[in-house]
């Protein structure tokens, strides 16, 4: 067993942060998005049937992507490469270690299936933008290793526990919520 990252007590009960070291990887789940990557040394994003190699810019594979998918919102995707993977869609700092590694998007077809309507309206743009950048945060906490889950304890008796939660900080506030249903009110 790993040691906790962090402990907290709530009256009797022992909560611990772990690492969780088989963490799912969030392009496995149902997202919204579709991420087209190209990395020399990692496989990144999700299954596709582009190459790199077909295209003399990154935004001529944009205008390809754009063109294949109808695209309703389309965000580059940046990587930082130092002892670690990182990627978000601005650009990082560093010249040196980090670039442009592919894009996000959704297709218009996707959006109003999922989303109903028959127009794509300023507002939708907006939320979609927002929702591609938190499934990049969210596959960004995947590729950090910044996934946990908490133990909870009595008298050293392990009452719960829960894996899967990309944030610690998302951990911590499940656990304590799940202490607080234990104690009297």
């Given at each position: 067993?790993?040691?906790?990252?962090?402990?907290?007590?709530?009256?009797?009960?022992?909560i611990?942060?772990?690492?969780?070291?088989?963490?799912?990887?969030?392009?496995?789940?149902?997202?919204?998005?579709?991420?087209?990557?190209?990395?020399?040394?990692?496989?990144?994003?999700?299954?596709?049937?582009?190459?790199?190699?077909?295209?003399?810019?990154?935004?001529?594979?944009?205008?390809?992507?754009?063109k294949?998918?109808?695209?309703?919102?389309?965000?580059?995707i940046?990587?930082?490469?130092?002892?670690?993977?990182?990627?978000?869609?601005?650009?990082?700092?560093?010249?040196?270690?980090?670039?442009?590694?592919?894009?996000?998007?959704?297709?218009?077809?996707?959006?109003?299936?999922?989303?109903?309507?028959?127009?794509?309206?300023?507002?939708?743009?907006?939320?979609?933008?927002?929702?591609?950048?938190?499934?990049?945060?969210?596959?960004?906490?995947?590729?950090?290793g910044?996934?946990y889950?908490?133990?909870i304890?009595?008298?050293?008796e392990?009452?719960?526990?829960?894996?899967?939660?990309?944030?610690?900080?998302?951990?911590?506030?499940?656990?304590?919520?799940?202490?607080?249903?234990?104690?009297?009110?």
């Amino acid at each position: 067993m790993t040691d906790s990252i962090e402990e907290r007590i709530i009256g009797d009960y022992l909560i611990k942060i772990l690492q969780d070291n088989e963490p799912v990887n969030p392009r496995e789940w149902d997202n919204i998005g579709t991420i087209i990557c190209f990395h020399k040394k990692y496989s990144l994003g999700d299954t596709h049937d582009y190459n790199f190699n077909d295209f003399n810019s990154w935004e001529e594979l944009k205008n390809r992507i754009n063109k294949d998918q109808n695209v309703a919102v389309i965000l580059p995707i940046y990587m930082y490469d130092h002892s670690g993977i990182t990627i978000k869609t601005t650009p990082f700092s560093c010249p040196w270690d980090s670039g442009q590694i592919g894009f996000i998007s959704i297709s218009k077809e996707k959006v109003l299936n999922e989303f109903g309507g028959c127009k794509i309206t300023k507002k939708l743009r907006e939320r979609l933008t927002q929702l591609l950048i938190g499934e990049v945060e969210t596959y960004d906490q995947y590729l950090a290793g910044d996934v946990y889950g908490y133990q909870i304890t009595l008298n050293d008796e392990e009452l719960d526990s829960c894996w899967g939660y990309y944030g610690i900080e998302s951990c911590i506030n499940e656990a304590k919520s799940i202490v607080k249903s234990y104690l009297p009110n």
